[in-house]
Every structure is written in C-alpha cells, then in structure tokens.
C-alpha cells in the first residue's frame, strides 16, 4: 500500500496519542510534519530521507532563521515522522547546518520588583502570579493545579506530570495559605452549585475516566483555578470546566509589569526564575532548587548562579570600597594643572 500525506498524519497521530504524548507535542509534531510533506508536494513519502530532511532543517536555521530549540523540534518531529509513520529510522544527517544556540541569561526580578509587580494585580490573577513566585511552578502547572494535590496542613504542592512528564513536590508559602484556603472554600461551593445543575465534571488524565467513572465530578479532582464558564464535551455530554486560561494570567501580568513601570520584559516565567535566584540568594542549597524546579540536571539550575547578586564567596566588587567616600582627603592639596616653570 503506498503511503500518501494523510495516511501519514493519520498514523503518526494515533502513535502519538499511544504514547500518551501531551496535546502541545502532538499539535507541534503534526505542524512541523504538514509544513515538511507540504515542502515535497508531489513525491511520495516513501522516496523522502535524510538529504530532503537535512535541506529541510538547514533552510530552517539558513533562511528561517529559527532558534537551535525551533530546529531540535522540527527535527525531533521528523524523527518521530520516519520511526513511527514510514517504519524506518532517519540516518545521520549530513551536511545540515545547525541553528546557532546562544547562551541567554533569564530575566529577573528584584524583591521589590516582585512586590511592585503584585500590588497591580488583583483576584485570582494576582494569587496565581503570587503562588508562581512562591512555588517556582511553571505557568501551566500552576493552571492545571487540582484540589487533591494542595496540602495545607504540610505546606507542599504536588506538581502533577510537569515538564518530562515528571511529578514533584515543591513547598507552599506559608504567607499564601489563608488565601489558598479561600480559593479552595470558593471552588468547594462552586462544586457543588455544579452538581446541582447536571455539571461538575473536569477532564481526567489518560485513562482515568474509564477506570473511575465517577471521579470526574468529585471534589479533588477539581480544579483550584476554575474557569468561569462551563463547555460540553463532544464525546460524553459532560458538562465540565476547564481550568482557567493561561492567557488570562499572562495578560494580567503583562498588565501589572507596564502599570508598575518596571524596565524588564517580564513575564509569568519570570516569576520562576526570580524564586530560583532569590532563593540562591538566600543560600539555598542548589542541589534542593534543582529539586524545586523540577530540573533533571543540576547543570540547568547552574544558570542562576550568574544572576544572583550575591554569590557564594559574597564577591563585593573593589569599586564599592573605593569609590564609598571621597577619593582624594579633603584636606590635601589639589593636583597641579599648570605646564613647567
């Protein structure tokens, strides 16, 4: 049977949804896949290889001028296009001119950065921005937060299938659980005013909803950022929420970042790199950061190190020391301008 474009999507799709491979991933890989076959219209699949996907991705870095992580994607997706689509691996790509990588430092915000930043958000915004910067949690893990993983006797949060689809556990702030407590308070009444009107469902990771049929309407598998408007789910008529809308909160905080005047292309993120550096700062083990983050490797939490303002040797530059007074004594005799006699 000839492959064909379609037969192609088709099956990388359903290898994709096998693997229990994220929504994002496999919009991206289909994207990339469309945009490739798209580029050899005309030929069959099966004559494409490494030269085509090598001219591919070079074009990318060449003409596209993508960043190295925009070409590891593509290429990641094609990868993902021959082994589990045509049946057959992707050889050594020749010639192909990678995208240069260049070492960025994150953007960070000072303490009272921070603060200023907080005090033009309100309502639920403003907890999620807060509860960001407490947790070091990333943008749609702190959204996708449920009851059941929020521990307020312990103080812990329970990052659920985070980057890597990778669980852990990072610490709540103290100062937050009152607020925390309400929102929970609020979500718990808004359950149940769900339930009595046929609603209350939320959607269940892989294939929960089959094994428990019933979780989905109780109360811990809610979310603790609930949007405000409930939708139906095609496949079961379930009346559900989602949870609030990332773009909800990024608009806030790009709102609260130009009203405070702060001079910095900030964003949610930024919260998260600021907790890393301001817990570095503290002196903080980077070994338990690296754990906080969620980082696999140790080497990746190392970049805060140089965006911290005081290291671990407390390095004080020889300006501060020299230039803290005057830089002459008052009373000595000022230097002579004048040429020879």
Not at 16 to 42: D, P, V
Not at 167 to 175: H, I, K
Not at 200 to 210: D, H, N, Q, T, Y
Request: hydrophobic content about 40%; proline content about 6%.
């Amino acid at each position: 049977m000839p492959l064909t474009p379609h037969w192609l999507l088709q099956r990388v799709r359903e290898r994709i949804r096998t693997r229990h491979l994220s929504l994002r991933t496999e919009k991206s890989y289909l994207a990339w896949i469309r945009r490739f076959l798209a580029q050899h219209r005309g030929r069959p699949p099966e004559e494409l290889g490494e030269a085509e996907a090598s001219a591919f991705l070079s074009d990318l870095a060449n003409r596209g001028k993508v960043a190295a992580s925009t070409q590891n994607q593509a290429l990641a997706a094609l990868l993902f296009l021959f082994r589990e689509g045509m049946g057959r691996e992707l050889g050594k790509l020749r010639g192909m001119d990678r995208a240069k990588q260049p070492r960025r430092l994150p953007v960070v915000l000072s303490r009272a950065e921070v603060r200023r930043l907080l005090a033009e958000m309100q309502g639920t915004p403003r907890l999620m921005a807060a509860l960001l910067y407490g947790t070091g949690m990333r943008l749609l893990e702190g959204c996708r937060l449920r009851v059941k993983d929020v521990d307020l006797g312990r103080k812990l949060i329970t990052v659920r299938a985070g980057k890597g689809d990778k669980d852990r556990v990072t610490l709540l702030p103290a100062s937050l659980a009152a607020e925390i407590e309400r929102q929970l308070a609020f979500c718990q009444e808004q359950h149940q005013r769900d339930l009595r009107s046929d609603a209350g469902w939320v959607e269940l990771p892989l294939a929960l909803g089959r094994k428990l049929p019933r979780a989905g309407r109780e109360f811990p598998w809610q979310w603790v950022f609930p949007a405000t408007r409930h939708y139906r789910h095609l496949e079961t008529q379930q009346l559900r929420r989602h949870h609030l809308h990332e773009t909800v909160l990024q608009k806030a905080v790009r709102d609260a970042v130009r009203n405070a005047g702060i001079a910095k292309r900030a964003t949610t993120h930024t919260l998260r790199h600021s907790f890393a550096t301001h817990l570095l700062e503290d002196g903080h083990d980077i070994r338990t950061i690296q754990q906080l983050l969620g980082h696999s490797s140790v080497s990746t939490t190392m970049i805060y190190t140089h965006v911290a303002t005081k290291g671990y040797l407390g390095v004080r530059s020889p300006a501060d020391s020299l230039l803290a007074g005057p830089l002459r004594p008052p009373d000595s005799d000022p230097p002579h301008t004048e040429g020879p006699p």
